[in-house]
C-alpha cells in the first residue's frame, strides 16, 4: 500500500512538474510573441516560435490538457505559417490556395462534420420551438451587429473590419456541440440550432453582409448564397444520404437509389459535353450559369453519399476517422491562410486578436442574457450563449476564399476560430463544474 501511495505521489509531482513547465513556456513564448510582432523582430518571433512548440510538446502529455490538444495544433499551425510562410503558399509551383483545391478541402471537412449530424435533428425543433426561435434570433441579431460594431471601432482596413464583420455573419459551427455536452447544457437544443442555422446560412449570411459591409467591400449576395450552398449544404447532404439509407425503411431507401441513378444520368449528360451546350444556349455566364451548376453539385453529393455509406459497411473504421479528416481539413486551411494573410496579420495582428477576444466574449455574455430575458431557463440560456459566441470559422474562410481575399477578409476568421476553442472549453468546464456543485 505504501509502495501504491509512493508511486501515485511520484505520478503526481510529474504531473505538477509539467503542467509548470508548460505555463512557463507558454507564457515565455507569449511574451516573445508579444514583443516580436511589436518590434517586428524575425529574431525575437522565431525564438517565440520555438519556445511555443517546446510548450505544445509538453502540452500533449498533460492530462489536464486533453480537451485543448485540437487547439495546440491550430496555434501551432498558426505559429509556423507566421515563421516560414513560403512553405504553404505553393509546392512546385503549385498553389496551394487553389480555388479548387480549397474548395474540396471545405467539403470534405463540412462532410465530415455532417457525419456527426442527424436528419433527425431536424425533427427537435418541433418540441423546442421556443427555445429555437430565441437561439436563431441571438445568434443573427447579436454577432453581425457586434461584428459590425467592432470593425467601426478599431478602424481596422476597410476588407479586414469586413471580415470581422464576416465571421459574425456565419452559422454557429458544430464545435458548439461538443461544448454544450461538456458544460452539461440543452444538447438537443444545441444540435437543432446549429443544424437550422446552417440550413438558413445562404439566406441570412449574404443579407447581413450585404447591409452592414457592403460599403466596405463588394458583396454579391446571389453569388455569395450560391457558394454557401455548394460549400456548406451539398457536403452536408452528401452526409444526410448516408444517414438515411443507415437510420430510415425501404421507402427512403428506395428514393435514395432513384437519386443516385438520376444523378449518375445527369453526371454522365454533363460529362458528355452537355455542360457545354448548357453554356451556349444561357445569354450570360453569370448567375445562370452558376444556378445551372447547382444541379450537378447536388447530383455529386448523393453519389459520394451512397459511395461512403458502402465503404462504411465494409470498413467501419472509416466512420471514426471522419471527425480526425475535418480536423485535419481545419490544420491545412489554418496553414495555407495564415501563411496567405502573414504581412496583414503581423501588421494588424494584436489588435484583431482583441477584437476577435471581445468579439467571442461578447457573444456568450450577450447570448446568455438575451435568452434570459427572453425567457429561457438556466440550462438553455448556456446552451445559447455557446451557440452565439461559437462561430462557423471554416465558412467565413471559404466565403473569402470564394471572394479571392482570403489574405484580408478571411483574417478574423483565422483568428477567430482557435481562440473560441479556447474560451469555449475553459467556460464550458466552468459551467460543468457549477452544474456539478449545484447538484450536490
Known sequence: MLIQDGSEQ????????????WLILMLVGGLLAIAGVASSSPLLLKASGVTLFAAFAVGLFLNELAGYRFTFWILLANIISLLQPQWFISIHGFSLTNSWLLLMVIQLIMFGMG?????????????MPHGVVVGLCCQFLIMPLIGFALAKLFGFPAEIGAGVILIGCCSC????????????GNLALSVSITAISTL????MTPLWMKILAGSMVYIDPAKMSLNIIKMVLVPIIAAFVHDWLTNYGRSVVRSVYIAAAVSVVWLVFLMSGGWSWLQSITLTDGLVIKLLGLPGYFAVAVCFGLIYHYLTKRYPQIEKWMPKVSMAGIVYFTLVSTAEGRDHLLEVGL???????LHNTLGYLLGYWGSRMLGMNRRDARTIAIEVGTQNGSMGIGIATEMKKLATLGLASIIFAPLMNVTG????????????????
Open 200 to 203: 438558413i446560412a445562404p439566406i
Open 425 to 440: 472549453s475553459i467556460l464550458a468546464n466552468y459551467w460543468r463544474k457549477s452544474e456539478l456543485e449545484e447538484s450536490t
Open 10 to 21: 511520484t505520478t503526481k509531482t510529474r504531473g505538477g512538474f509539467r503542467l509548470a513547465l
Open 173 to 184: 459551427g458544430l464545435a458548439s456541440n461538443v461544448l454544450t455536452f461538456l458544460a452539461k
Open 351 to 357: 489588435l484583431l486578436l482583441f477584437a476577435a477576444f
Open 115 to 127: 457525419t456527426q449530424m442527424s436528419f433527425r435533428d431536424f425533427a427537435q425543433v418541433a418540441k
